[in-house]
């Protein structure tokens, strides 16, 4: 699956993925009213409501991005209609070429993480998934096991965007700091996962911490680096190059409610509500610029 995401990136030239994380408060009134209408203020007319809008947005810019991310948590929140709309959001984005990665963090051992590798990478056929790596080879391996036999592939967390992260992953041991340690796992995993040129076996690493991004890059050279953090978290292009190998690939970075909720941003309020899927699209071209400028004057 790493060689179809690198085609994809190549064939659009937007090293960027969308993240359909749809709070119900960036939905549109609009949209809101016709799914409660048909099926009420329910869980069913949340879930109704959340795929009408992921629907919009994909149908606006799935011709200019290569993957979109959706986060679990956001559809778990509306119980099984919720779960439901997310199959239906994956299933779509696939229907449109569009390579899912499955935003899951999930981490355990054994019998249950094998378990959640297939129900989420062979059961609901998402192409990669994110896996909190906190617990060791225990918890990462099984989901290795299925990727080889799926075809798919994997985000290791190793240094989150978050401004607490550091309280655990920055921690010197023996005098090198805990993400770094994490990075070499991850490169020593991805090197019996190969693909064409990059292995399965990525890693994410948040557009927060550029300096590290670049330490990382030269720790995991054949990994595909998630790099969420852009936007609204604080991330430019211009911080993101050292996450970038020489012939600009090896990372693909995130925007989440910077490109699904952009209507409500006044850089695009010119769009209104009711064109958030246009505001959007407008929202993925500011991004491909920012990026392929920075690209190319590093």
């Known amino acids: 699956m790493i060689n179809k995401l690198v085609a994809n ?9 969308v993240g359909l994380d749809p709070m ?33 947005i ?11 991310k959706p986060q ?11 779960l439901q709309a997310f199959k239906k959001t994956v299933d ?3 229907e449109k070429g569009l390579v899912v990665i499955g935003d899951i963090k ?9 378990a959640y ?42 240094k989150t965007s978050n401004p607490s992260s550091g309280e655990f992953q920055d921690r010197l041991i023996d005098g090198r700091p805990l993400y770094e340690l994490v990075g070499e796992k991850v490169a020593e995993w991805g090197a019996d996962c190969m693909g064409d040129d990059y292995s399965y076996i990525g890693a994410v690493v948040g557009a927060t911490y ?17 790099v969420p953090g852009y936007g609204a978290q604080g991330g430019k292009g211009k911080d993101l190059v050292h996450f970038f190998n020489e012939d600009g690939l090896g990372a693909i970075v995130n925007s989440s409610r910077g490109i699904i909720a952009a209507y409500k941003q006044e850089q695009y309020a010119k769009f209104g509500a009711e064109n958030f899927g246009d505001a959007s699209r407008a929202a993925v071209e500011t991004m491909i610029a920012d990026i392929k400028g920075a690209l190319e004057n590093r």
């Open 92 to 94: 779509y984005c696939k």
């Open 117 to 158: 590798a297939v129900g989420h990478l062979g059961r609901v056929q998402v192409d990669f998934a994110t896996v909190n790596p906190y617990l060791g080879s225990d918890g990462v391996k099984p989901f290795i096991e299925v990727c080889k036999e799926e075809k798919k592939g994997l985000f290791i967390l190793v």
């Open 58 to 68: 994909v149908d606006k810019t799935y011709d200019l991005i290569p993957a979109v």
């Open 72 to 82: 679990i948590a956001m559809y778990e929140q509306f119980g099984i209609p919720g």
């Open 210 to 226: 550029p300096e590290m991004g670049k330490v990382l890059r030269k720790v995991m050279p054949k990994s595909y680096i998630l």
């Open 106 to 114: 999930r981490g355990d051992i054994g019998s249950t993480s094998a």
């Open 24 to 56: 119900l408060s960036y939905v549109p009134e609009q949209v809101q009213k016709k799914a409660f209408a048909e099926y009420g203020e329910t869980l069913e007319g949340a879930a109704e409501a959340i795929w009408q809008f992921n629907k919009e």
């Open 9 to 17: 990136i190549k064939k659009t030239g937007a090293p960027i993925v």
